[in-house]
Nanobody, 111 residues
Framework: QVQLVESGGGLVQPGGSLKLSCVASTSQFSEHNARWFRQAPGKHREFVAIVKTDGNTDYRTSVKGRFTISRDNAKNTVYLQMSSLKPEDTAMYYC?????WGQGTQVTVSS
């Protein structure tokens, strides 16, 4: 069973940046696609970004050009660099690898 630990969330002003990290407790990390999701209060969890095993990436439309997902297989870690943050990006952010989920890290964008 893969265990995932996210970090890097916090409070940031609109237009600011944050970098989220998710460390996976598996030596087979490189064999799995890695995803970020988010869930705002009262809303369904939604897909944010994916980085596949071959390094290809994809994003939900609303974050394209502002967010960058990446992975470091040597560190069993997936990252989400978020820039030009907006209040509507406020949510709990979760990573998912191998069908498992982390506990989430809160991102709040507010002045």
């Amino acid at each position: 069973q893969v265990q995932l630990v996210e970090s890097g969330g916090g409070l940031v002003q609109p237009g600011g940046s944050l970098k989220l990290s998710c460390v996976a407790s598996t030596s087979q990390f490189s064999e799995h696609n890695a995803r970020w999701f988010r869930q705002a209060p009262g809303k369904h969890r939604e897909f944010v970004a994916i980085v596949k095993t071959d390094g290809n990436t994809d994003y939900r439309t609303s974050v394209k050009g502002r967010f960058t997902i990446s992975r470091d297989n040597a560190k069993n870690t997936v990252y989400l660099q978020m820039s030009s943050l907006k209040p509507e990006d406020t949510a709990m952010y979760y990573c998912s690898v191998g069908g498992e989920w982390g506990q989430g890290t809160q991102v709040t964008v507010s002045s």
